[in-house]
């Protein structure tokens, strides 16, 4: 029963079902029949539409193009405007305002820039020659302004204004500018050049700072413009021109190898004390002051900044170091060491700040050219030390002196010698170029040898006197002025006491040798010896007639001792009076115990005094005399 109903009630169900189905289903054609009537009045619609479409677009589109167009003519329009302004401008030219000539410049580039990249534009090509034209023109008066401004504001340095850049100790004395800081004295050459290099130099002002940016900005853009060549030429030829200017009035001048070989020595000595001067002027103060005006008015132009700088100071620096080459290439000569030892020096000191300033490959041949002379000077200084010492030795001339006196190559070498230490560490620099031995060993070689030649030479020229005695003063003067010299200068430190004391020995030998000579003789006839036994005669059995003899003969001696001596000359006066008493301790005791043994039986005799004519007194007041250069006119007074 429960079964039969629930079938009962599920076919009900199924039934219900169905029937709903089958009105969906009616529904959904009549849907698809009212879908189907739409979609064929759209297609209707979508086809009369299509037309209108089209139109529309195209209008859309013509706008589109209108307003390109119009903006591109607006854009063409405003360079033209902006070109028109700028060439205003540019046939104001630069010099009322330079700033905004400037800006000009820079917009014209602009509408190069523009008409070259809308080529399109039917008119770009003759408005790009047009704007080019200006272009040329504006750079053209860039460069007029540049080369006014640089001639305008370049002045040549006048020499006084120079001098007050120095530091005190270089700057000449009042009325002798003309010698400024010329060759110092040798006296003092190592305290000059220590002054020298620790000097402070007031820089110089080329051009008033106030131009430069002016200068700078000019440069600057006709470098920006492609005319970097313009600019290295103007640049070249307005401050080259100035700075030879410069150097000329200072004294500088161009000089060959054969003008300096045929000028006076004085002439030449004069003219380069002044070359070192100008060198230390041009290097710390003209060159120094052109690089630090280069490096302003080029800066940020590094492709031509060096090579600009080098243009401009090439020929002078070629000037100045022509002549040092001329000098160190010149021929040898003694007298020439110091002034190359002078121009080493300098070019020594200079050289670093040379190397700083003359930097860059542009600047390379100033360079190696300075360093160059400063090698070539230490070689020929060198090899004239070696030519001096050479001279010393083989010096032939003849002139004897008389009197037996300091012969003048003795006094010349010792001044030479003494000079050479007043040039100690620029010497020893010098031995250190060529040899990496201790150079106060060299110094004190080289010194020896020198001294070692004098001797020798000195040996050499004693022979010339016929008189033994004068040969013997002649060598003791000689040695004697060199080991008193040697004693109060540097050279002792360096030769040392063994040296000092060796050669005191040596100049007493020679005044023993003297003494020898020339008063063994006169001694004899003041002995009491027999005559030809040899023996002492105590009894002192000597004849009137002996005596008289002896008394003759010692008068004559002494007389013509005392005639010919007195003319010679012994120059230092401890030496003159240590050898006259040297002398009077072995002569005047012997005449007094002569005199006093002998001259009663003279006395007693008939005219005593044509023999006895001198007393021991007399003959000390004429030994008084000895030695003294003087003639015989003025001994008889």
Not at 187 to 203: H, R
Request: net charge neutral; hydrophobic share 35%.
């Amino acid at each position: 029963m429960g079964v039969e109903l629930a079938m009962e009630t599920l076919s009900e169900r199924a039934l219900l079902v169905r029937d709903s189905l089958q009105k969906s289903q009616t529904i959904t054609d009549n849907m698809v029949s009212i879908l189907g009537s739409f979609d064929h009045r759209l297609s209707s619609l979508e086809t009369a539409m299509r037309p209108t479409q089209i139109r529309t677009h195209s209008i859309r589109r013509a706008h589109e193009n209108i307003d390109k167009t119009l903006k591109a003519a607006e854009l063409i329009l405003g360079q033209f405007d902006l070109s028109r302004q700028a060439e205003a401008k540019i046939l104001r030219g630069p010099h009322e305002d330079l700033e905004s000539y400037l800006q000009a410049i820079e917009q014209l580039k602009a509408n190069v820039q523009f008409f070259s990249n809308n080529k399109s534009f039917k008119s770009a090509d003759g408005a790009l020659n047009h704007v080019n034209n200006i272009l040329s023109k504006a750079i053209s008066k860039l460069e007029d302004e540049f080369r006014n401004l640089l001639t305008i504001y370049s002045k040549p340095v006048e020499p006084d204004r120079l001098f007050e850049c120095l530091p005190n100790s270089l700057r000449p004395s009042s009325g002798n500018q003309g010698d400024a800081g010329g060759k110092s004295s040798t006296n003092s050459n190592e305290q000059n050049n220590k002054n020298a290099e620790n000097a402070v130099y007031t820089p110089l002002t080329l051009i008033p700072p106030r131009v430069l940016p002016l200068l700078h900005d000019l440069a600057y853009q006709m470098v920006q413009s492609g005319y970097q060549q313009q600019v290295l030429k103007i640049y070249r030829e307005i401050r080259s021109a100035v700075l030879e200017t410069s150097l000329r009035r200072l004294g500088v001048e161009r000089l060959s190898k054969d003008d300096v070989q045929k000028m006076q020595w004085e002439v030449l000595e004069a003219k380069i004390g002044n070359w070192i001067h100008y060198m230390r002027i041009a290097v710390k103060l003209l060159f120094a002051g052109e690089k630090k005006l280069c490096d302003q008015v080029l800066s940020d132009i590094e492709i031509i900044r060096i090579l600009c700088f080098s243009e401009v100071t090439g020929n002078s620096v070629a000037v100045l170091l022509s002549f040092g080459d001329a000098i160190a290439r010149s021929k040898r000569s003694p007298e020439k060491l110091f002034v190359l030892l002078d121009m080493y020096e300098i070019m020594r000191e200079l050289l670093p700040e040379i190397e700083s300033i003359f930097e860059g490959k542009p600047c390379t041949e100033m360079r190696e050219s300075a360093a160059g002379l400063t090698k070539r000077l230490a070689q020929t200084a060198q090899e004239t030390f070696g030519d001096f010492e050479e001279a010393v030795e083989k010096d032939a001339t003849k002139t004897a002196v008389l009197d037996g006196t300091v012969h003048p190559l003795t006094s010349y070498v010792i001044n030479y010698v003494k000079f050479l230490f007043d040039y100690q560490s620029t010497l020893k620099q010098l031995f250190q170029e060529f040899d990496d031995n201790d150079p106060d060993s060299q110094l004190a070689s080289v010194t020896t040898r020198i001294m070692q030649a004098l001797q020798n030479n000195l040996d050499g020229k004693s022979k010339q006197y016929r008189d033994p005695a004068l040969t013997q003063l002649f060598l003791m003067n000689n040695i004697h002025y060199i080991v008193r010299s040697v004693r109060r200068s540097e050279a002792k430190d360096l030769l040392g006491d063994d040296w000092v004391q060796r050669h005191r020995r040596i100049v007493q030998q020679h005044a023993n040798q003297y003494k020898r000579v020339s008063w063994s003789k006169i001694l004899q006839f003041l002995s009491v010896q027999a005559s030809g036994s040899g023996a002492p005669d105590p009894t002192a059995g000597l004849s009137r007639a002996m005596v008289k003899d002896r008394f003759k003969n010692f008068n004559i001696q002494f007389e013509e001792l005392h005639q010919r001596q007195s003319q010679w000359t012994v120059p230092d006066s401890e030496l003159r009076e240590s050898l006259r008493l040297s002398v009077a301790e072995v002569l005047l005791p012997a005449y007094r115990s002569f005199h006093k043994r002998f001259g009663p039986m003279i006395e007693s005799g008939k005219n005593p005094q044509k023999y006895i004519k001198y007393s021991p007194e007399d003959l000390e007041h004429m030994l008084s005399e000895f030695f003294e250069n003087k003639t015989w006119v003025e001994q008889r007074r």
